[in-house]
DNA sequence: TAAATAAAAGATATTTAGGTCTTTTATTCT
DNA sequence: AGAATAAAAGACCTAAATATCTTTTATTTA
């Protein structure tokens, strides 16, 4: 559904809102290092978010990644707009050019269901949310289960 | 979400499933050309369907595909899974390895609901519920909207 | 049984997503 | 100002998905 692409914005996204501040900014080495990304493929994503100003950088010495308090604020739907477009949520289920709200493709109105459903999920979820999740213990790069 | 393979495959089950027979078959070309899709491209779908039993084929003078009873009656995440694996209705939605029903990452809760009711409305869903919808009106080729 | 037909199979080409490497630019610190 | 640092930018490479073309095999009919 979402691309690599996509998934690794989140994810870095996500790491660098938990671990980096003005004060101490994140490498790229860390980032991909730590998250097990490839460091030039992630390095072309950053930078796409940076350009719509999702996540800010400073270049040179102590530079590095982080996010301002208005980028932990954004919501899914934004990161997966600029990486990924939002064809997935306007898009037919059956890829059909024809299908419309009014006049439904078979499948339309099941599939409507679920694909307006991660929709509002995405547009809803913020950055910061999913950040307060991982502070409760659940499962991101590190936070390994405890039996 | 699906592939092109995957629409593709299931334009053309319900196309064969409504308008082939065994006493009239349709060709490859006849379905390519109503469904607007790649000859060959189309072939090669069919012919991984037709090795599962999905599809029915003939080779020869009179030959070409259609639908048994049995094949009518196939659910769409079968379709699904031949073309594209079912590795979207398992995988975690910011692909993390590390998460799991017992230690869900941030996302995973409110995602699950989706992916779940996705899978749900695949396996429930037939080629020949799609056809009774088609014959009822719904957008499908050729099915054009009545103002 | 030979010719015609149509799918199956194989080989090859194109496009897009994913990934790597090198050079340039901005910033900091000495 | 000059050296060091780190992101930005550009060029390039690889693999997978998509698409095309050619040959083979199975079937029918004359």
Redesign the pocket.
């Given at each position: 559904m979402l691309?690599?692409?996509?998934v690794?914005a989140l994810r870095s996204i996500v790491y660098i809102g938990h671990h980096a501040t003005v004060e101490h900014?994140?490498?790229?080495?860390?980032?991909a290092d730590e998250l097990d990304?490839?460091?030039?493929?992630?390095?072309?994503i950053?930078?796409?978010l940076?350009?719509h100003n999702i996540?800010q950088?400073?270049?040179?010495?102590?530079?590095?990644?982080f996010l301002n308090d208005k980028s932990k604020e954004t919501n899914l739907l934004s990161i997966i707009d600029v990486i990924?477009g939002l064809a997935f949520f306007t898009n037919c289920g059956l890829g059909l050019k024809e299908c419309s709200e009014t006049h439904p493709c078979p499948l339309h109105d099941d599939f409507k269901i679920y694909r307006d459903g991660l929709y509002f999920l995405f547009s809803e979820k913020k950055i910061s949310d999913l950040i307060t999740k991982i502070e409760a213990g659940n499962a991101f790069i590190r936070n390994l289960p405890q039996y």
């Open positions: 691309s690599k692409s996509c690794y900014k994140l490498g790229i080495k860390e980032i990304l490839p460091v030039h493929f992630l390095s072309k950053l930078q796409r940076v350009k996540v950088s400073v270049k040179g010495p102590h530079g590095g990644f990924d």
